[in-house]
């Protein structure tokens, strides 16, 4: 495109660091590569519609949550026709919600931990050691995160159904089944992003440690485990967020009292009338806890992608 | 003799490490696909359920019954085959367009950019139930904004289509999956960018190279391994989605928007024939690695080619 090549700035000003946050600088004397106007306008529009697109259910959810039945029931409105914090009182009655929610916590949580935990010792050997069968290892690991939920959603049921009947251990139907069930879900990202994080804490560290008299766990906690702090947390991040939005097998491997919020929050919508302004109110309650805690974690998350995964 | 068992456990330890990773995914997710594909070959119904060994075998009965377009299982089958198809290309295809537009575009610094990408990044964070059943909401017939904007407010169209029954269903299923996804894809060129060294554009346009043959000659080039891994990463992922379609419509797809896994759900569970829904997953799943295997050796010959 020679005619946005043209209009570039001729390269006289002397180079500057273009981060070096010098934004009266930079006006003064433009960078060599300072984006050209028709390259802001398209910014600014492009942009500008995503982030409608983006937040348009947002302030669906947020603007329903606060409308009196008779609004939502009706013909759309931008607006509510009255404020009411009533839906946000009565969704605890029309379900059980507290209960799905401590499940939701229990499952997701637990599931979290472990997975972590587990993720934190496969990582460290990935990345410290050479052993035979590591890349069919790491292979077989990633492969799964192909494979249809469907295929073995199936014969998993039947498992925990079988070792139900035959041991008497519930894992059909029981919290435990589903944690044991989420946190494989995460397990191969979590490996695979933290040996990324792992490599990049130098092994001068690690032999330092052993110097110290530190044994091979040792320096993994004393050691490795802090310096990769940032990916721990935003392997648990990931990890408790898909354990928390997960439909599939929440649908089938639960039962009353073990109900989930996924499946839980479909409650709103079966009776005869659906309260969509208790609907809303809802999803804006359960998704709080792990959009705050993403948006605030979400830096690591890039962090952790830029330092293993993506090279 | 006595340093013998000291480097055995030198030698066993990084296996020690993986044995806990190891044995969680042999049982979740290794030991249930083999018995998945056993399941496949036999009769099992729900007569079978408690005690499933006892089933009879089928042979390739549930696999000839899933194959056979002339009949009413095999023909929906396929349908919902092309269905997916058709859906995921487009949505893997929309999501990468904006989640690397949204990337380039926030890859300067100015001002507001950390929150547009904390923006953007809201709908990967929400968890998919509450945002589906919110775009359930908006595409509701009477009471939605779709329809309030389209047709109250723009009068572009003559009465309030429905959009989560009929043909329209394909459409907003697509709308909520990009809505839903692309946020990954823009989380992950925003990681990629930050590894391309700004040099690069700055002795670019000192060569008088504007915006545009910037991004042609160094950002999508640095992209491509990159691209290569997330294309198909989001493919699979589409291709596999339940979640969406499941919230989205309920439990029973409308016929336009009536996704594989969805369909082979429905197939087991509302019949409770699991040899049959066995066959389909392992086709589905045959499928995929086909796919897999032909996308990688095809992308890697082109990389190295364009290396070359």
């Known amino acids: 495109m020679p005619d946005l090549a043209a209009r570039t700035p001729p390269p006289t000003a002397p180079r500057r660091s273009p981060t070096a946050g010098g934004r009266p600088a930079a006006a003064r004397r433009r960078s060599p590569n300072a984006p050209p106007r028709s390259f802001l306008w398209a910014r600014r529009i492009f942009l500008t519609a995503l982030t409608g697109f983006v937040l348009l259910p947002v302030y669906v959810m947020l603007s329903s949550s606060l409308k009196p039945l008779s609004d939502v029931s009706g013909a759309f409105h931008w607006l509510p026709s009255e404020l009411t914090v009533r839906p946000y009182l009565d969704i605890w009655r029309t379900v059980p919600l507290v209960r799905y929610f401590t499940n939701s916590l229990i499952v997701a949580g637990s599931a979290t931990v472990c997975s972590v935990v587990i993720a934190v010792f496969a990582a460290y050997a990935v990345s410290r050691y050479r052993f035979r069968g590591k890349r069919l290892f790491t292979v077989t690991v990633l492969s799964t995160q192909m494979f249809p939920g469907i295929l073995f959603l199936l014969p998993l049921f039947l498992i925990y159904v079988n070792v139900g009947n035959a041991t008497g251990l519930a894992l059909y139907g029981s919290r435990g089944g589903l944690i044991l069930t989420y946190l494989t879900f995460s397990l191969p990202f979590s490996i695979w992003m933290l040996a990324g994080y792992f490599a990049s804490v130098p092994r001068e560290l690690d032999e330092a440690a052993y110097v110290d008299g530190c044994g091979a766990l040792g320096a993994l906690f004393r050691i490795v485990v802090p310096a990769a702090l940032p990916g721990i947390v935003a392997v648990a991040v990931y990890a408790f967020m898909t354990a928390w939005g997960e439909v599939l097998f929440a649908s089938v491997m639960t039962n009353d009292t073990t109900r989930t919020l996924s499946v839980g929050l479909q409650g709103y919508s079966t009776q005869n009338d659906v309260y969509w302004n208790q609907v809303m109110a809802a999803s804006l309650v359960v998704s709080v806890p792990v959009v705050a805690g993403f948006l605030l974690l979400q830096r690591y998350l890039v962090a952790g992608l830029t330092a293993g995964a993506v090279k | ?308």
């Open chain 2, 1 to 308: 003799m006595r340093r013998l068992p000291v480097r055995l456990r030198r030698a066993g330890l990084p296996y020690l490490l993986l044995l806990p990773a190891l044995l969680l995914e042999l049982l979740v997710h290794l030991v249930p696909m083999v018995i998945g594909v056993t399941m496949s070959f036999k009769e099992l119904t729900h007569l079978f359920l408690g005690n499933w060994g006892a089933a009879p075998w089928k042979a390739l009965g549930n696999y000839r019954i899933s194959v056979d377009v002339n009949a009413p299982v095999g023909a929906a089958l396929l349908h919902s085959f092309w269905v997916t198809c058709v859906f995921s290309v487009l949505a893997v295809g929309l999501c990468w367009l904006l989640g690397t537009a949204a990337a380039v575009f926030l890859q300067e610094d100015f001002r507001g950019r950390g929150l547009l990408r904390a923006v953007f990044l809201t709908p990967y964070a929400l968890p998919v139930y509450a945002a589906v059943i919110t775009w359930a909401f908006m595409f509701q017939r009477d009471n939605g904004l779709v329809n309030h904007v389209l047709h109250d407010q723009l009068r572009l169209t003559d009465g309030r289509p429905f959009w989560l029954l009929g043909d329209n269903s394909f459409y907003a299923l697509l709308v909520v999956a990009v809505w839903k996804t692309w946020p990954f894809a823009f989380l992950v060129v925003m990681a990629a960018l930050q590894n391309i060294p700004r040099d690069l554009y700055e002795a670019a346009a000192l060569d008088g190279a504007g915006r545009l043959r910037q991004l042609r000659r160094i950002t999508l080039p640095s992209l491509r391994p990159v691209n290569q891994v997330l294309v198909l990463v989001l493919f699979l992922w589409t291709f596999n989605d339940f979640n969406t379609p499941y919230v989205l419509f309920g439990k029973a797809a409308p016929e336009a928007a009536d996704l594989l896994s969805v369909h082979i759900y429905q197939a087991s569970f509302a019949t409770w024939n699991f040899g049959t829904g066995s066959a389909m997953s392992v086709l589905l799943l045959l499928f995929l690695l086909v796919v897999t295997a032909g996308y990688l050796l095809a992308t890697s010959r082109g990389r190295k080619r364009a290396d070359a």
